[in-house]
């Protein structure tokens, strides 16, 4: 009877322990819940950390073009800081080297793309409609993306900034400077659809003050010498756009129009201080920061790009090439600024 009773209280101990034991499975259940929760609190503030990637493709190198790529990314680092870095790449003057860079960005899944003057632009339209695009150093974006009673608005995944200047104003720059010139020509990179719209324009402003306007287009680098050549021997004035192929070869201009005594107005400050006389120019650092500007408010989610319409310099200047003008004998009126020597 005793070993009986001894058997039974000890398989009462026993059960008494499994029990124990079972009960703490549901107080590891109670805790798994608290766990997930501070995980998921850790992924929502690792996510809170935002990092960008933006990838920059620059048609090619000239100061314009240069300093709106810089005025961008100082722009982009004050507003983001160490949260956004740059592929920042230069198709060296080739449209299809855009195409590959611009490639390149789309499958690196990029957060936003800096298409840095028209080609560029063109490339990006053509490789995505997914990442956001933005523009900068584009004239008339309805000519650069065919778009027909362009508005200001873009749509889609495109926006950015115009280096449009005021081609009238331009045009009268050229009166008020050569008043007694008769012929004007047009110099232009005709594989650029916004010098042809440049010179399309100011060619009406300019007859209508009584110039006759010829039109000399190059197709590269290649015979520029050779129609720059014709153009200074049959003009008095030779006019050249905002156009980057002029921007990069500005010596070659230079050196067929200065011995041949023919001043050049130029569209940008930059074309002026390597070939021109004066010019009513933007300044593209700024223009830069202002897309920066634009791109940080997408990144962030502050603005829809959809939505963003092009936005354009607030300001122009009178300026003038001192060394270029005292060697033609050039007199320049009150109101223009000299270009800073480099």
């Known amino acids: 009877m005793k070993k009986i009773l001894a058997l039974a209280l000890a398989m009462t101990m026993s059960m008494g322990l499994v029990a124990c034991g079972s009960s703490e499975k549901p ?13 998921e609190k850790a992924e929502t503030l690792s996510a809170g950390a935002e990092s960008y990637t933006v990838g920059i493709c620059q048609l090619v190198q000239h100061v314009a073009l240069d300093a709106a ?29 855009c195409s590959t860079i611009i490639n390149g960005f789309v499958s690196n899944n990029v957060d936003l793309i800096l298409a840095n003057a028209t080609p560029a632009l063109q490339a990006a339209q053509a490789g995505t409609n997914e990442i956001p695009i933005l523009g900068t150093s584009v004239t008339e974006y309805g000519v650069a993306l065919g778009i027909d009673g362009f508005d200001g608005l873009v749509g889609g995944n495109i926006s950015g900034t115009s280096d449009l200047a005021p081609l009238k104003d331009q045009a009268a720059m050229v009166k008020e400077l050569f008043p007694d010139a008769k012929k004007v020509g047009l110099l232009y990179c005709t594989s650029e659809a916004n010098s042809q719209y440049q010179v399309d324009e100011v060619q009406k402003f300019l007859e209508e003050l009584g110039y006759t306007c010829t039109q000399y287009g190059f197709s590269d680098s290649n015979d520029l010498a050779t ?10 004035v030779i006019y050249v756009p905002t156009d980057n192929t002029v921007a990069a070869n500005t010596e070659i201009i230079n050196n067929i129009c200065l011995p041949a005594e023919v001043p050049v107005v130029a569209g940008e400050e930059g074309i002026c201080s390597g070939c021109g006389v004066a010019t009513l120019s933007i300044s593209y650092y700024d223009l830069g920061v202002a897309t920066g500007k634009m791109a940080a408010k997408i990144l962030t989610g502050e603005s829809n790009i959809s939505e963003m319409p092009i936005e354009y310099a607030p300001q122009f200047t ?19 600024e000299a270009i800073a020597a480099e």
């Open 27 to 39: 107080a590891e259940s109670t805790n798994a819940p608290a766990a997930e929760a501070s995980g």
């Open 69 to 97: 790529t810089q005025g961008f990314k100082d722009a982009l680092t004050e507003e983001l800081g160490d949260a956004v870095t740059f592929e920042d790449q230069n198709a060296q003057g080739d449209s299809n080297t």
């Open 227 to 236: 129609v720059t050549t014709t153009a200074s021997s049959e003009s008095d």
């Open 318 to 336: 009178k300026k003038y090439n001192a060394a270029n003008c005292e060697a033609l004998g050039v007199t320049i009126p009150e109101g223009y």
